[in-house]
Structure formats: C-alpha cells, structure tokens
C-alpha cells in the first residue's frame, strides 16, 4: 500500500542541463499536484494533471518547465537548462478526484543546481 | 482569489507547554480546511481537517475549530513534545474551475526545547 512515490529524493545538475522529476501517484488516485517549495518559503502551487490532461498550469514558469501525466507510468516534472534559482524542493500531490478530503504528499525530490 | 495567513515562525516553546499557531482564511465559498505538519527532509503529511463550520479536526493531540465567523482554523496542543518540532501549514481547499484547488499558507517553524 505503497504511498506517493518521489524519486530521485536528491538530484544535482549544472547550469544549462535538464532536470527530470518523477512522481507515482497513489494507488488508486487519478489527480496529480507539483508544488515547489524555495528554502524558507512556502508552498506554491505548479501544475495539476489528471492522465493525459493538463487541467490547471497557472502556476508553471512560462519557459523551461513542463509537466506530463501519460496513460501508462508515472507524472513528469521536467525542467530545461536549469539554473541556479530552480534549486528548490519539488512535492508531487495525489488525490482523489474530489480532493475535499486532501492530498497525499511524497517525501519530494530536492534539486540543487550547481 | 483563496489565501491562507498563518502566523510568523518560528515559535520557540518548552517542552509540555500550551501551542497555537493562528491561521485565517479568505474564500468566496464554504472551503474544506486543512493543517498539514513537515518534518525535518520528508514531505507534508495531513494532520487533521475540517470540512464544514464548527468541525473540529483532532488528531495526535493537535486539534482546530473551523470558525465561520472569524474565518479562522487555529491550531492548538495542550502539552508540546520535542517530537513535534516541524514546520505546520494551514491549508483550504474549494472548488475552482471545475476542481477542488488547494491553497496552501507559508509554513509556521515550530521548536519545541526540553
């Protein structure tokens, strides 16, 4: 019964390269959530997927970042030529589809861009 | 648009005494509401909720009363341990856009000393 799984949990790049994000949702959950959380700030909403959907991306950096939910496999968080200022804790979120109950959070993937 | 104000970290506290962490809240309709707690590297983890006013949410002593009429969620524990060191967000979520949305606060550091 394996929860929200994050991996990798600590992922180093340098300036220019890409970064990849994976996140398994919950067994049985269908709605999927990226937040980034920057050192001693909050959290702050990115993306919201359902499989093969894009609902709400209100919160994605216009450049360099995408997000992806396909039918088979885990949810993608990728960001191209990263840099310094994307070194941050990324969470990827679960739910059901009415999330009036919460999400359900993995332990995160910590970038660092060196 | 939804907002969450909790209070400013961090909160220093000796071990077996009284916590409350204030938390309001902006919304246009009736939010379900949510405390999640952060230990030191993991992810956030749901502490309790309350979907309906004068809900009170409780769980491993921590508990909060959903107030309408201040718009308020405080967190309150009667007796703090040094385990419960970590940092305490309040959250609402309510429908937007055809989903449930979840607006997350900035995160209270709570340090508990023996």
């Known amino acids: 019964n394996a929860g929200v799984m994050q991996n990798p949990r600590h992922l180093v790049r340098r300036r220019g390269q890409e970064a990849r994000l994976r996140c398994s949702p919950m067994?049985?959950?269908?709605?999927v959530y990226w937040y980034r959380q920057l050192p001693e700030e909050g959290l702050k909403f990115m993306v919201y997927?359902?499989?093969?959907?894009?609902?709400?991306e209100s919160g994605m950096p216009k450049e360099r970042f995408s997000a992806e939910f396909p039918k088979e496999g885990p949810s993608i968080l990728r960001i191209q030529q990263v840099v310094r200022g994307d070194s941050a804790a990324y969470f990827c979120?679960?739910?059901?589809?009415?999330?009036?109950?919460?999400?359900?959070f993995g332990s995160g993937t910590r970038l660092t861009v060196v | 648009g939804n907002s969450v104000t909790q209070m400013e970290g961090p909160v220093t506290l000796s071990e077996e005494a009284f916590l409350t962490i204030n938390c309001t809240y902006t919304a246009t309709g009736y939010p379900s509401l949510f405390w999640y707690v952060q230990y030191p590297g993991e992810g956030l983890q749901l502490l309790l909720k309350?979907?309906?006013?004068?809900d009170k949410g409780s769980n491993k002593g921590f508990e909060a009363t959903y107030r309408k009429e201040t718009t308020s969620f405080h967190l309150e524990k009667g007796s703090v341990q040094v385990s419960d060191s970590a940092v305490y967000f309040c959250a609402l979520s309510e429908g937007s856009g055809g989903y449930q949305k979840v607006t997350f606060g900035i995160g209270t550091k709570l340090q508990v000393i023996p």
């Open positions: 979120a679960s739910s059901f589809p009415n999330s009036i109950y919460g999400y359900t």
């Open positions: 067994k049985g959950h269908s709605h």
């Open positions: 997927l359902q499989k093969e959907n894009i609902i709400d």
């Open positions: 309350a979907t309906k006013a004068d």
